[in-house]
């Protein structure tokens, strides 16, 4: 099983972005999912979540700017994100857990938030 993170780019500040992380091979349906990000010099943090069930959790920086969600039909999950500050810039990764498979990661995508 593989997951692919696409989405990213260069946007200017107050812009938005959507990420995608779409999962594929043999059972391809994941349960949680989570989105991490890694700023240059900084440690990975978690962003955001969201469970099998759609219950969605946030790290307070984006509370209330970006938004989890998932479509199981397609085994992908979404990371909307708006009024995007510079602070955002990352690399942003996805990250789901596979029953039978555990967790695995996608490659990363590039956010840049610059005027």
């Known amino acids: 099983v593989q997951l692919q993170a696409t989405g990213g780019g260069l946007v200017q500040p107050g812009g938005s972005l959507r990420l995608s992380c779409a999962a594929s091979?043999?059972?391809?349906?994941?349960?949680?999912m989570n989105w991490y990000r890694q700023a240059p010099g900084k440690q990975r943090e978690l962003v955001a979540s969201?469970?099998?069930?759609?219950?969605?959790n946030y790290v307070d920086s984006v509370k209330g700017r970006f938004t989890i969600s998932r479509d199981n039909a397609k085994n992908t999950a979404y990371l909307q994100m708006d009024s995007l500050k510079p602070e955002d810039t990352a690399v942003y990764y996805c990250?789901?857990?596979?029953?039978?498979?555990?967790?695995?990661w996608g490659q990363g995508t590039l956010v840049t938030v610059s005027s």
């Open positions: 969201i469970t099998s069930g759609g219950s969605a």
């Open positions: 990250n789901a857990f596979f029953t039978g498979w555990g967790y695995r």
């Open positions: 091979g043999n059972r391809a349906s994941f349960n949680d």
